[in-house]
C-alpha cells in the first residue's frame, strides 16, 4: 500500500514469482514449522509434480474475531484458472474453523491475478491489521470471513 497516497500499487506478477535457490529450501521447513504449531498444509500433485500449496499457521490472533492467518497459497502457472487454487483455499478454510476461528487474514502479494483470486473467493481487504500475520509492507491486507462464506 502507498501510504502516501492511501491506496494500493498493484505491480506485474513476472516482478515477484522468482524464487531463489534459498527459498526453494526454506519452503518445506516453513511449512513444518507451521505444522508443528498447530496449522495445517496442503499440496496438489498432478503424478509425482507438486503444482500447487497452500498452508494456514496455526496460532490464532485477535480480541473480537479470531483470525488465522494463511501463510501460503501458491499455484503453478501452468495449473492456474483449474480449480487447484480454489480447492486449496477451500481446504485452509476447513483448517481454520477447526482450529476455532473466525476470520482467515491474508497478507497478499499486490499482483492484480493474486487479489482478484482472493476477491473472487470471497475475501475483503482486512478490517484490522494484524502486524505479526504482516509480510511485507507492500501486501494488500485481506480477510475471508469464515461466518458468511
Known sequence: MDKKRGCYELIKT???REWSQEKKIWIPQYLCQQMNRGGFAAG????????????????LQGTAEKYANL??????????????GRKLFKQMSLSAENMGANKIFISAIPSSDTISFY???????AKWIIES?????????????????
Open 14 to 16: 513476472y516482478e515477484i
Open 119 to 125: 476477491f473472487n473467493m470471497g475475501c475483503s481487504d
Open 133 to 149: 500475520f504482516v509480510d511485507t509492507e507492500k501486501d494488500r491486507y485481506l480477510e475471508y470471513d469464515l461466518k458468511r462464506n
Open 71 to 84: 501463510t501460503m497459497l501458491f499455484v503453478d502457472d501452468e495449473w492456474k484458472r483449474k480449480g487447484v
Open 44 to 59: 496438489a500433485f498432478c503424478n509425482d509434480q507438486i503444482v500447487g500449496f497452500s498452508c494456514i499457521d496455526g496460532i
